[in-house]
Each structure stands twice: as C-alpha cells, then as structure tokens.
C-alpha cells in the first residue's frame, strides 16, 4: 500500500485530478482514510504477541498521514498538481514547515498520551528536520525582522517541545523502570 499510495500513484509524479475542494478530495480518499483504517488497525492488534507488527502499522499510519498533510499543502497553492517535482517558493514554503512542525507535535503528543516512544521519536525526529529545513532553506529567502521573528518563534516552539518531553517523555521511562 505504501509503495503505490506514496511512490507511484503519487499526484507529483502521475498526473491525476484530485479535485478541487481543499481537504474533501481525492487525497482525502487516498491517503487520509487509509491511515486511519491503519491507526484504528493498530488498535485491534494488540493482541498479537509480535510487537513488529505494531510498529509497522503505527509507522504506515504516520507516513500516510505525513503524506497526505503535505500533499494537501501542495493541493492548495497548486490544484491541479500541474508544477513538476517537488519545487516551491516563498509562502508555500514555509507552510510546510509549520504543517510539518504541527505533525510532529501532534506525532510526540500522542506519543506521549499513548506511552509508545516509537510514536514520540518520530515526532522528534520530524521536529529535527523541520528545524533543519527552516534553518537551511526558509531563512535563506528572509531579511531584517522577518528573519528575526522567524528565529524567535523557532526557538520558542524548540524550548516549549523540549519542556514537554522532559516533564512527560522521561516520566514514562521512569515508571516503566520501577
């Protein structure tokens, strides 16, 4: 599913008509309903005593959502997915960011609730690349205050992510140990 939802029936590389409503579209169908059948899976499986198997529906369920965030961010500055490749500029770029830093908290925020560190470090992982890629490729194109401001907002969303995992993600860990 992943392989055809993501590599090749993607709408960056096969031309498809998605529609034109944000959000109620064919990506909805695509790649939204599948992660959830997926995460509701998950569920459903925790009686099965091989612990791989989660982990590769909690994983299939992540990717297909990461993908269908950022194809909708796509949807929206280009609806007929007609811009080859993955270029964008300006606005549309740094909406990805902050769609991308909002799944990654959402990710470690259900980690957190659901006390499953794969679910919390893929949520920081995404954080670490959004961070990455704010540094690398967004501030490159911003000036003056702008620029200022950006760095400002960065490192307050670092320093709140970072207090909430040290107060709920290592408290996991100690109760697991004791």
């Not at 490729?137 to 003056?144: F, N, R, S, T, W």
Request: charged share 15%; with cysteine.
């Amino acid at each position: 599913m992943l392989l055809v939802q993501v590599m090749i029936a993607n709408p960056i590389f096969e031309k498809a008509d998605v529609g034109l409503l944000p959000l109620a579209n064919g990506l909805l169908l695509a790649y939204a309903v599948p992660a959830a059948m997926a995460a509701l899976a998950r569920r459903w499986i925790d009686i099965e005593p091989n612990r791989n198997v989660a982990l590769v529906v909690e994983a299939a369920a992540s990717i297909l959502a990461f993908v269908y965030v950022s194809l909708e961010v796509r949807h929206f500055f280009d609806p007929g997915f007609e811009r080859a490749g993955f270029r964008a500029a300006g606005l549309e770029l740094y909406t990805y960011s902050i769609v991308w830093l909002l799944f990654g908290v959402a990710l470690l925020a259900v980690g957190f609730v659901r006390g499953v560190a794969a679910l919390r470090h893929a949520g920081m992982a995404l954080v670490c690349v959004v961070v990455a890629k704010v540094f690398l490729v967004d501030m490159a194109g911003l000036q003056g205050l702008l620029r200022v401001f950006s760095f400002l907002g960065l490192g307050a969303a670092l320093v709140g992510l970072g207090y909430a995992y040290r107060r709920y993600g290592f408290d996991d860990a100690q109760r697991k140990q004791s």
